[in-house]
């Protein structure tokens, strides 16, 4: 009987060894997959980071390009201003003169003699 222990117990510690290599073998696959999940992603974020680095950079050059246009702009557009306030005095002026210098005028309409069509 003590046979027979000793061959049900080799037998079971047998089974548990399969078991486990069985298991330890799915285990390995999944950790090769996410190491080959894990290098890609580093692939891609490093092939983002470089593409962002680029877009950056392209909007740094933009931005100092438009900053550039506007100050040449820039004289335009106060010209733009002083001529604006100085039709505005000019207009200002005058209007002054114009109500200082002449009373206003009453414009009277005249009658009209009625207009009359003969036909043949």
């Known amino acids: 009987m003590l046979e027979w222990s000793a061959v049900i117990a080799a037998v079971a510690f047998t089974i548990l060894v399969i078991y486990l290599i069985m298991t330890l073998r799915k285990v390995m696959t999944t950790l090769a997959e996410t190491n080959k999940t894990l290098s890609d992603t580093r692939t891609a974020v490093n092939g983002i980071t470089e593409e ?24 335009l557009v ?43």
Do not use: F, W, Y
Request: hydrophobic share 35%; net charge positive; aromatic share 0%.
């Open 78 to 120: 106060e010209s733009a201003h002083d001529v604006g306030e100085i039709i505005h005095n000019v207009t200002s002026s005058v209007k002054r003169t114009a109500l200082q210098k002449t009373p206003p005028k009453t414009i009277h309409a005249h009658e009209s003699k009625p207009v009359q069509i003969k036909l043949k």
């Open 52 to 75: 962002a680095e680029e877009l950056i950079h392209t909007a740094n050059q933009i931005s100092d390009d438009v900053k550039g246009k506007m100050k040449a702009v820039d004289p």
